[in-house]
């Protein structure tokens, strides 16, 4: 009896050593794995750049004295923004207006804030016009006091943030109740924002005040003459390039609630308000522009069905009616889907020949700009120049020559 209860005990007590030599084994094993892992660990994947944030605003003298400039900047904005846009990565790009002139004239300034529909920004530049001035200093102050505060800067602390003041008369300094450029330029610094200045002709005060502003800002000075030294050049694809570009217009597929609809119906309007009354270059500029990856945003808007769709937003048969598009919530819900299939393969169509095109236009211009020697003293050019050396911390890269 005995001798089986002594059986019993040790079998216990072999079971328990087993059990816990089992368990200190498995502990060692899983330590000795931490430490000597026997297959190579898993390769975090490859996650590509952020794309960067490019924020511009311009703060444009629309005196008297400022109709070629102004009329140089209708007709450059889509090369600079494309340029702008060309870097690599390709960057998220808004825009920003403020008009200025002085106290006693139809206005003081006004300001149309950063976009990236640039469709609307140049809308609003079409509308400036040079009138009033004549008396020498203009509200300077205020027009920077509006950039800095009046403008919806992002919060992105890596963004490209800059103001071009441009301008050909000086800051009135004898205006008590304003904040004065100094102060100014120190408040855009706290922001991240450069002020970057551009004198117009030759006025020996103006650019005093304007280098000064530069160098308190850590921007660039530079002048040009008072019609923009614009180059400008033509080429024989411009006629086409806009057509093409309002066809690709024609497949915007703008869907939503009524305020997104009300929001897709004003792009429109203002597309129609350039095709009209901006010429054949500047409308190849813009379907230049378009026709990057960083244009697509101004292209399309904010909603488009076709884009949604392919990006596996939205199915289409999950898109109520009354959000649909007119053109696809009239027809039959079997022929919608047919609909949109065709629109989509236009749309790709589209955009390869507006591609192809705009390669050809750029060898044009390129070998008819290197045989201009006023090309590097072009305001698009100094833009653009300014902008290759400020963005180079900031991950972006151009080539050398801007689009024309």
Known sequence: ????????????????????????????????????????????????????????VFAIDTTGSMGGLLEAAKEKVWSIATTMASSKPAPNIKMGLVAYRDRGDAYVTKVFDLNSDLDSVYAELMEFQAQGGGDGPESVNKALSDAVHQISWGQNSNAYRVVFLVGDAPAHMDYGNEAQYPQLVKQASARGILINTIRCGGDLKTGQQWQQIAALGQGSYFTVDQNG??????????????????????????????????????????????????????????????????????????????????????????????????????????????????????????QAEIQALSGKRDAYLAEQAAAAPAASSSLDYKILESVKEQTKDKGLVYDDVPRM
């Open 229 to 350: 030294s614009a180059l400008a050049i033509n080429s024989p694809f411009d006629t086409k390039l806009a057509q093409l570009s309002a066809e690709l217009d024609g497949t915007r597929l703008g869907y939503g609630d009524a305020a997104s609809k009300a929001k897709a119906e004003l792009k429109e309007a203002a597309t129609s308000k350039l095709r009209s009354f901006s010429s054949a270059a500047s409308q190849a500029r813009r379907a230049a522009f378009n026709a990057l990856d960083a244009g697509a945003k101004n292209l399309f808007g904010d909603k488009d069905l076709l884009v949604d769709i392919s990006e596996g937003e939205v199915r289409l048969d999950e898109v109520a009616e009354t959000q649909l598009p007119s053109a696809i919530a009239k027809l039959a819900p079997a022929e919608r889907q047919a609909a949109v299939n065709e629109i989509a393969s236009k749309r790709k169509q589209l």
């Open 1 to 56: 009896m005995q001798s089986n209860k002594l059986r019993k005990l040790l079998g216990a007590s072999l079971f328990v050593v087993t059990a816990g030599a089992v368990a200190g084994y498995d502990q060692l094993a899983g330590l000795e794995h931490k430490l000597f892992p026997q297959h190579p660990q898993p390769v975090p994947a490859i996650v590509a750049p952020a794309a960067q944030d490019i924020e511009v």
